[in-house]
């Protein structure tokens, strides 16, 4: 089936510093990429959809310039998590659309601690 | 409130015992599915259901819908304990978003 790798699985970073998450379609070209963020004992909330080839479709309340999606090429997608702030720790994770009959591929999550 | 509540939010049984979750949705969808989320990690896909299906299995699994009364439920069958996890369920209206449950934590004790 389809896999998503998601790196790093953690990383760690002072304030103000940024980080990018990578997120790879391993066997199979995804156009679309969904950045999902998720808070502790907390659901998930989509942030953004990436597309490749076009800009990134954000949801209300999420800043743009705050939280940078790059739709590089048909396999790989980013968020960047620009001048990051304490408030921003969290579990980040990328999906990539449904095949037929089966439901989204999701990687394995990015925990991010900015101290 | 969010669309897709999980029913309970916690539940602890015993090894062998069967775990029931509902889920309750707000809107018309085009599918639901439910996911497994260990401590820490990605979502695992479990199983979905469209929205013509009114019941589906997979091994332990079993799902049912009821759009009448836009509700799911997840029946894991002799539970172990290495199925304690956090599950979700999320609604799939077709080109949007998908919109996941708050989740619920099973802890399944040996």
């Known amino acids: 089936g389809a896999v998503v790798s998601q790196h790093p699985s953690w990383v760690i970073c002072k304030s103000g510093t940024s980080v990018k998450i990578e997120c790879r379609s391993l066997d199979f070209q995804a156009t679309t990429m969904f950045w999902y963020r998720q808070f502790p004992k907390q659901s998930l909330m989509l942030m953004a959809t990436s597309n490749e080839g076009s800009k990134a479709t954000y949801e209300q309340g999420v800043e743009k310039d705050k939280f940078l999606i790059n739709h590089a090429s048909l396999t790989l997608s980013t968020l960047t998590v620009t001048s990051a702030h304490p408030e921003d720790s969290s579990f980040y994770i990328c999906?990539?659309?449904?095949?037929?009959?089966?439901?989204?591929?999701f990687g394995s999550g990015t925990r991010l601690t900015v101290v | 409130s969010q669309q897709g509540e999980e029913d309970p939010q916690a539940l602890s049984i015993q090894e062998g015992e069967n775990a029931t979750m509902n889920c309750s949705y707000k809107t018309s969808i085009n599918n639901l599915q439910w996911y497994r989320q260990n401590s820490g990690r990605g979502l695992v896909h479990l199983i979905l259901?469209?929205?013509?299906?009114r019941e589906k299995h997979s091994g332990r699994l079993r799902v049912t819908l009821d759009t009448s009364k836009k509700s799911s439920s997840l029946l894991i069958t002799a539970s172990r304990a290495a199925d304690t996890a956090s599950y979700f369920c999320a609604t799939d209206r077709l080109s949007e978003k998908l919109v996941f449950g708050k989740g619920m934590k099973l802890t399944v004790n040996p």
């Open positions: 259901i469209r929205s013509n299906e």
């Open positions: 999906s990539a659309p449904p095949e037929a009959g089966y439901g989204y591929t």
